[in-house]
């Protein structure tokens, strides 16, 4: 394992162990949900504080990019880094959350963790070096029909909420043309989980790079795909990924894509007819 790997994992299991123990907390807690939220937060904040605590011991002169506190630092080497992914799972105490935190130097990803401290899973990639599930090699699926797949998901909300009809009829097409559907909440989690082989694909739109970052290298490694909806690249901008095993992927793309254009389509149009300055038309 690469010293960067290694940091990565401290980093890790570190604000795993202090999620643990705020979840005992939380559980103790009898009180409104307004504080409840406040703690919740408060967790988010102080596990990547721990995070970049631990990766700053060790490389002082590393720039961020972490949910709770943005970007700091400059430089080619970047963390990437969601302290708490599944924090709605956590604060109801559902048990899939997990920490993501990826290293990208001159703008590829080098290598990559998502931690579940409830189960104490570690999922862990590096350029070249493949994706393991503690410490044993793991590969995507070999499942090769949508109709035997069972697919991972994640519902738009809050900006995302323009795609909300496009992502309907999505999920009406998936539901019809595959073994089942999953909405874990936790989303990179469920991309370490299509690496390991648990999920044969995956989509969702508007993620964030701290959520899909580690995922990403994991599922390549792992022998996955993943991209936007129109097979591009561009998916750390507009957080709209789907990803899977080679032929789930290519199948489930296939379906999904004529439901993204004539989403842009309608997005468009629309646009052409309410050209208000601050129209926040779907990308
Ligand atoms: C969320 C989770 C969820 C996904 C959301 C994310 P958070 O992250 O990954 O599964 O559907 O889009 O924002 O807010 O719990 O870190
Ligand atoms: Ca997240
Ligand atoms: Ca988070």
Redo the contacts with the bound molecule.
Sequence with gaps: MSATLNIAVSAARAAGSLIIRSLNQLDALQVTTKSRNEFVTEV?RQAEVEIIRVIRKAYPDHAFLA?ESGEHGTGESLWII????G?TNFLHGFPQFAVSIALQISGRLECGVVYDPMRQELFTAERGGGAQLDGRRIRVSKRTSLEEALIGTGFPYRANLDWAETYLAMLRDVMQNTAGLRRPGAAALDLAYVAAGRLDGFWEFGLAPWDIAAGTLMIREAGGRISDFEGGDGFMQSGHVVGGNPKVYAQLSRLLAPHYARGRQAASAQRATDPAPGNTAQK
């Design positions: 988010d949910e969601d302290p708490l992914d924090t």
